[in-house]
């Protein structure tokens, strides 16, 4: 894992689900996406997030990706 996000709130987020087992891959480029999330089941039936580097509200898009990590049983 390298860097960290600029939103506390993302960051902590990002934390809740790595300690989870989730995996992040940080994105290539210059797109809008700062990285991908994806939970311990790697293969195609497994939960992933994308998540963005300047969301319009970071505190919903914390949220958001809790809610994902939550939802997820293959932990
Ligand atoms: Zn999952």
């Not at 939103?7 to 300690?19: G, V």
């Not at 940080?26 to 195609?44: E, I, K, Q, S, V």
């Not at 963005?52 to 293959?74: K, M, N, Q, S, Y």
Request: hydrophobic letters at 30%.
């Amino acid at each position: 894992m390298t860097g960290k996000h600029k939103s506390k709130e993302i960051q902590a987020a990002i934390a809740y689900a790595l300690d989870r087992g989730w995996r992040l891959e940080r994105a290539r480029g210059r797109g809008h996406a700062w990285g991908t999330l994806y939970c311990p089941l790697t293969d195609r039936g497994g939960c992933r997030f994308t998540v963005w580097g300047t969301p319009a509200i970071p505190e919903a898009h914390a949220r958001d990706l809790r809610r994902t990590v939550d939802r997820c049983e293959h932990g």
